[in-house]
Structures are given as structure tokens and as C-alpha cells.
Nanobody
Framework: QVQLIESGGGLVQPGGSLKLSCNASGRTLNKFSVGWFRQTPGKEREFVAGIGWVAHSTLYADFARGRFAISEDNEDKDTLHLQMNSLKPEDTAAYFC??????????????????WGQGTQVTVSS
């Protein structure tokens, strides 16, 4: 099992940016894909972006494409980032990172992810 810890959430004005981080401990991520999801109260968890273990392939939700970017940390291979730009009030949510089973490509389905972090809150408001 891998422990995932998210950080970087906070309050930002519309149009602003935030960079979320997801740090893994307990095992390396070099055989796993990692996804970012978000959730607001009363709604299902929603896929945001994912990065694959093969060639760092990426996958984005339509609302995230062009505004958000998922990447691996340049120095720590077990840390992933989600750069979020041009944030909107509707991006307000708890953001979670999650890891798949081994050798699974990044997918939008939450059920493919077996390890989850506790989440970090992002609030976009003026």
C-alpha cells in the first residue's frame, strides 16, 4: 500500500493559479499511474487528470485541458504536481490524488485507483 499526501490547496481568486502536490511514500510510483480527482459535497468524485507509468502519458478531463497540467517532480519521482491556472469558482472542491494497480494506464474511472490521499481543499472565490 502506498500513502499519498496532497498539499498546496488554499483560497485563490478567480483567474488565479495553484499548484497541488502529491507525495507518495511506502512504495515508488514507477509502475503505477496517478490521477487527480475532485469532489464537492453531495457529488460524485470527478476525474481531473492522470499521468501514466509508461512514457508519462497524460489524460485530462475536458474542463481541465488547457488550464491544468499534471507532471512529475523534476527531482523526486514519487511526487506529482497539478498546476492549475485560470481557476474558476466552479473549480472549488476537495482535490485528491490516487494511485492505480500496477501497470494500469491512467483512466477516468475512480474504481481503477486503489490508494487515495486525504485530499486538499481548493477554494476559488473573490
Amino acid at each position: 500500500q502506498v500513502q499519498l499526501i496532497e498539499s498546496g490547496g488554499g483560497l485563490v481568486q478567480p483567474g488565479g493559479s495553484l499548484k497541488l502536490s502529491c507525495n507518495a511514500s511506502g512504495r515508488t510510483l514507477n509502475k503505477f499511474s496517478v490521477g487527480w480527482f475532485r469532489q464537492t459535497p453531495g457529488k460524485e468524485r470527478e476525474f481531473v487528470a492522470g499521468i501514466g507509468w509508461v512514457a508519462h502519458s497524460t489524460l485530462y478531463a475536458d474542463f481541465a485541458r488547457g488550464r491544468f497540467a499534471i507532471s512529475e517532480d523534476n527531482e523526486d519521482k514519487d511526487t506529482l504536481h497539478l498546476q492549475m491556472n485560470s481557476l474558476k469558482p466552479e473549480d472549488t472542491a476537495a482535490y485528491f490524488c490516487a494511485a492505480t494497480t500496477p501497470y494500469t494506464p491512467p483512466v477516468r474511472r475512480p474504481g481503477a485507483y486503489i490508494d487515495w490521499g486525504q485530499g486538499t481543499q481548493v477554494t476559488v472565490s473573490s
